[in-house]
């Protein structure tokens, strides 16, 4: 190893000590013993620009292991990374300042105590939850191959990108890690490397505690590609087992890296000492003295190390990039209609035709299930939106997310450029690969039943806390699904997502809301929405007599008014399949003369987002008397009934029997709802009749 290697390699280590000494908080042991791999990628590999950090065809670099943030923190630090916007204007500051390293885990920097992408440029994933940052690297990887297999052309290899990870020994604990891994193997994708720190220590201590498997031996049955580093710190065989991923041509490739935790610490090394608490000062200085290194400086940058990681990841990145451009340029000139295609895809951009494809449906007394609607809105829309891409649990045919046109395709490694994704019974994966695959640029969508929704519930936060335009579709919506049983009927799922911020949970109440939904999320760029969808069928309302399905668009909108000029005494709100249950008893109140308004809810997101006069438009707030009807839990719907109106939804687990039977026994029904309108009538009329005599 050259002096300025080393130089380069303990300076990463001591700013990663330092900015973890002065926060008084993180953990320094992964920076410490990791710092040499990291440092031989980024030098002699790693294909980034710093000038121009979301280049298209920039390899990918994601710290899975996102507690040990200093150590990507440095990096981007060293490399000089320039801070740019989501669309990659210059902001003219550096990614990550020597103030931001001196503010690790401070308010207000750029370094906060895990990575967190679009917060800090450099960052490609927000990792942290294990597991997930090698997932959505496989979503990277999968979104290379399907990049290159529809833009690529013989005299232009437009994508051709690496994805490295850095994992960890928590991380091959992980369920989440299995899943990704097992996917990555069966598609082949030759352009990911998982670089493994084991150190055998986790946080409570030796890994071995609680964790003795073979991890190579388990690889290897994947269909990984193996191989080993015996030492962290020996260069030598660093490079030759990355040599050995450029390589591989069939596989994904694992490197398994021996380090010491700590490395350098006299009395915290290989220990979980090192793992998730500052050094301590004694130990920082002791530290520093096996390293060579002053010991009573702080965030040294010796001379040379800047110029060293300018003259190697900067040179090569920039001339990379440059190349990159003329070759786009002149890709434009010649293939115009896949040039507009993969700026659209760079920008964000929704093509109109999208929008405009997506149908309107007849009215039809005994109509279609939200999956059956969705599924002709997703694949009228998907022909005009080729970047669309996605897949299942293991559901399509329950689902019906499956695209249907010829030229769609299924994604196998044969066959890279299929939209459609077939990601097995791993819901917790799939959640993370569509985040990678969002990350890319694609536009993912992950579906299974809604009950499921709990196995991939940290994917689809991550998504918001990302803010990431991924899309989830969820059928199966409700007690609906009857004879299943409890296990199967989803009670708490909706309400649970829609405590997750950012998220935009729409579930519409028959198929012309529907087909808005879909309209309304692809139009999202920063935001995240959940499709719930039915599978029991539900009448198509008939919009010249009520209200068009376009204010779906506001979240919530008014359904119908009452008859013949009535004043309204009771709001009805519903979503999905019981919103018509609203209309019946509707019809059935207003048979009586009695002034019943009903109100279509299927965004509460989105309603919140306007204005006051227009929430009080919908839902006059001199009108108390209110009923809010839908198959879940109740919590949240307070908000919207208020002190005197009543929820009819659900207080147990639900039951297996026919769903007729179920919608008696929880109360789901038109007369019920009549009932209950009556009640809150009275109750309003009492109240008003109390502040009158007073």
């Known amino acids: 190893m050259s002096d300025i290697d080393q130089l380069c390699i303990n300076t990463i280590r001591t700013l990663s000590i330092d900015a973890i000494q002065k926060a008084n908080s993180g953990h320094p042991g992964a920076p410490m013993g990791m710092a040499a791999p990291t440092y031989d990628l980024w030098t002699e590999r790693l294909r980034y620009d710093p000038k121009n950090p979301l280049w298209p065809n920039r390899d990918r670099f994601v710290l899975s292991a996102g507690h040990a943030s200093m150590l990507l923190y440095s990096m981007l630090h060293l490399t000089k990374v320039e801070a740019v916007d989501h669309d990659g204007q210059k902001l003219n500051r550096l990614a ?15 370094t906060p105590g895990h990575p967190e992408y679009g917060m800090t440029t450099g960052v490609e994933a927000t990792t942290g939850p294990l597991g997930q940052g090698i997932a959505m690297s496989v979503g990277m990887a999968l979104s290379e191959k399907w990049l290159a297999a529809h833009f690529n052309k013989p005299d232009f290899a437009l994508f051709d990108y690496n994805v490295y990870a850095i994992t960890s020994d928590g991380e091959m604990m992980e369920g989440i890690g299995s899943e990704a891994a097992s996917l990555a193997a069966h598609w ?38 193996v191989l080993h580093v015996r030492d962290a710190n020996d260069l030598k065989q660093v490079a030759a087992a990355y040599s050995g991923f450029l390589e591989e041509k069939s596989r994904p490739t694992m490197i398994i890296v021996e380090s010491h935790i700590g490395y350098g610490s006299p009395n915290k090394q290989d220990s979980n000492k090192s793992h998730g608490s500052p050094l301590g000062a004694d130990e ?21 190390v800047y110029e060293r990681f300018a003259d190697t990841m900067g040179k090569r990145g920039g001339e990379l990039q440059s190349q990159w451009a003329d070759l786009f340029a002149a890709y434009k000139a010649k293939y115009p209609d896949e040039g507009r295609q993969v700026d659209a895809i760079i920008a964000k951009d929704v093509p109109q035709a999208a929008f405009d494809a997506i149908p309107t449906f007849p009215a039809d007394e005994k109509g279609m299930a939200t999956r059956e609607s969705a599924s002709k809105a997703e694949n009228a829309l998907a022909p005009h939106y080729p970047w669309l891409v996605g897949g299942s649990a293991d559901l399509d045919e329950s689902t019906k997310t499956n695209q249907t046109a010829k030229e769609a395709g299924t994604f196998k490694p044969e066959s890279r450029g299929g939209r459609n994704v077939h990601f097995g019974v791993r819901e917790h994966a799939m959640g993370a690969i569509c985040n990678g ?42 007690i609906g699904v009857g004879e299943d049983g409890p296990t199967h009927q989803p009670v708490e799922q909706v309400p649970s997502l829609r405590a997750i911020p950012g998220l935009f949970v729409l579930r519409p109440g028959d198929a012309n809301e529907a087909a808005e939904a879909w309209k309304f999320v692809i139009g999202l760029k920063k935001n995240p929405a959940a499709l719930i969808l039915s599978r029991q069928p539900m009448p198509t309302l008939d919009r010249t007599v ?12 008014v359904l119908a008014d009452p008859k013949d000029g ?13 919103l018509y249950l609203c209309v019946e008893a509707y019809e059935a109140l207003s048979k009586e003369g ?81 009932e209950h309108a009556k009640q809150q009538i009275e109750k309003q009329n009492a109240a008003g009749a109390k502040r009158a005599a007073e």
């Open 437 to 478: 695959m969002a990350l890319s640029g694609l536009r993912p969508y992950g579906a299974t039943f809604l009950i499921f929704s709990d196995y991939l519930r940290p994917a689809i936060r991550l998504s918001s806390l990302q803010e990431l335009p991924s899309i989830w579709i969820f059928t199966h919506d409700s």
């Open 188 to 225: 082949k994708l030759d352009n990911l490397c998982w670089i493994y720190d084991s150190n055998n220590v986790t946080l409570d201590g030796p890994a071995g505690w609680a964790f003795s498997e073979d991890v190579g031996a388990r690889f290897l049955s994947y269909g990984w590609n």
């Open 594 to 674: 009695i002034g019943a308004r009903v109100v279509s809810m299927p965004c509460w997101e989105q309603f919140e987002l306007q204005d006051q006069a227009y929430q009080d438009e919908v839902l006059p707030p001199h009108v108390a008397a209110r009923v809010a009807v839908e198959q879940a839990a109740t919590m949240g719907w307070e908000k919207y009934t208020g002190r005197l109106g009543v929820v009819v939804g659900m207080h147990t687990f639900g039951a297996s029997a026919p769903l007729k039977a179920l919608l008696t026994k929880f109360g789901f029904t038109p007369e019920k709802i009549v």
């Open 284 to 304: 920082v200085k002791l530290t520093k003295a096996f390293y060579g290194w002053p010991e009573d400086s702080s965030f040294l940058v010796p001379d040379g």
């Open 96 to 110: 990550v300042s020597m103030d931001d390293v001196k503010s690790f885990r401070q308010a207000g920097s750029y």
């Open 566 to 578: 009535k004043e309204v005494e009771v709001i009805l709100m519903g979503t999905g399949s019981e």
């Open 546 to 557: 009520f209200k068009p399905a376009e204010g779906v668009h506001k979240g919530a909108y």
